[in-house]
């Protein structure tokens, strides 16, 4: 069973850097059958794909245009973990942000999420 | 990026009735790659169906997908209370991936 468990802080001043890790257990973060997301959720925007890390053998980062000069996914196999790094959030970034499995990445393509983590509430304001 | 938009915004149905939400896209959804979403408040949405048909693990079989192309739909049988949720579908056949809006069902 595959379980996703999603850390990092609440509140973030606007132009500073949003940071969360996700833990994976019951898969690796370096598996060549799984692709780890971030997806975030917001009145606004709705349900918005941010990105995603995967492993086949090599390393594949895919970003979503909207915010791809600001967003980075980085593994940690030590940890089996990875982590999203947003910055210079403004509060146009308030959002639930949540971490999520592909299967069966297809590497350059889209893909459907199997498993998520339980949602973190990232509030940007001063 | 394939806009969905979902139809209805809210259904009102019973306990036992057959709820029907349909999904449509602005492109031709590339290899039927359409998923469906249930989430209920506080919680991450979860996954019923993907390839526009195929079940995802434990979910019962009174949820169906079909649909082709542009035009797809999910069909609960007979609804139990548990259902009551916000369903969102999601393309993945063209990158990025996009999700529609969503449709509130909601207990009558």
């Known amino acids: 069973q595959v379980q996703l468990q999603q850390s990092g802080p609440g509140l973030v001043k606007p132009s500073q850097t949003l940071s969360l890790t996700c833990v994976i257990s019951?898969?690796?973060?370096?598996?060549?059958?799984?692709?780890w997301n971030w997806i975030r959720q917001s009145p606004s925007r709705g349900l918005e794909w941010l990105g995603r890390t995967h492993y086949k053998s090599k390393w594949y980062n895919d970003y979503a245009v909207s915010v791809k000069s600001r967003i980075s996914i980085n593994p940690d196999t030590s940890k089996n973990q990875f982590s999203l790094h947003l910055n210079s959030v403004t509060p146009d970034d308030t959002a639930v942000y949540y971490c999520a499995r592909s299967p069966n990445p297809r590497i350059g393509e889209a893909d459907e999420f199997d498993y998520w983590g339980q949602g973190t509430l990232v509030t940007v304001s001063s | 990026e394939i806009v969905l938009t979902q139809s209805p915004g809210t259904l009102s149905l019973s306990p036992g009735e057959r709820a029907t939400l349909s999904c449509w896209a602005s492109h031709t959804v590339s290899g039927n790659y359409l998923a469906w979403y249930q989430q209920k408040s506080g919680q991450a949405p979860r996954l019923l169906i993907y390839?526009?048909?195929t079940r995802a693990t434990g979910i019962p079989d009174r949820f169906t997908g079909s649909g082709s192309g542009t035009d797809f739909t999910l069909t609960i049988s007979r609804l139990e209370p548990e259902d009551f949720a916000v369903y969102y579908c999601?393309?993945?056949?063209?990158?990025?991936?996009?999700f529609g809006q969503g449709t509130k069902l909601e207990i009558k």
């Open positions: 390839g526009a048909s």
């Open positions: 019951g898969d690796s973060v370096s598996s060549n059958s799984a692709a």
């Open positions: 999601q393309q993945y056949g063209s990158p990025p991936c996009s």
